[in-house]
């Protein structure tokens, strides 16, 4: 076997240990109200991290493009609570007329 299937064996045994390991925690653990604060906001943050990436990543480098007016028209909108619809029409258009110029 090449290095790169060894490689893939000891991630994937990883993978089956870490999952044990949140099987096998005792329920005292994992109804402690920091754990449940943490893993409750543990969503927001995975998903801010895919939208800064998505929004400012290039082939190799950050860019700063239209994506990032459309990414602010969204982060506004969100702030002024419009209707998610009205949202993603706004946000769409900024990064079109952007695009235009």
């Known amino acids: 076997m090449t290095d ?3 490689a893939v064996l000891l991630v994937c ?3 089956y240990l870490l999952k044990l390991a949140g099987l096998s925690m005792p329920q005292a ?3 402690h109200p920091v ?3 943490i893993t409750a906001l543990i969503p927001i943050g995975l998903l801010a991290a895919l939208v800064a ?3 400012a990543a290039g082939e190799r480098e950050v860019v700063a493009d239209a994506r990032l007016a459309g990414l602010a028209v969204a982060v506004a909108c ?3 609570r419009v209707p998610f619809l009205v949202m ?3 946000a769409a258009a900024a990064t079109a007329a952007i695009r235009l110029l």
């Open 88 to 90: 993603l029409i706004l």
């Open 29 to 31: 653990v994992l109804e």
């Open 13 to 15: 045994g990883g993978c």
């Open 4 to 6: 790169l299937w060894w």
């Open 53 to 55: 990436v998505q929004a």
């Open 35 to 37: 754990t449940a604060r």
């Open 78 to 80: 969100l702030v002024a």
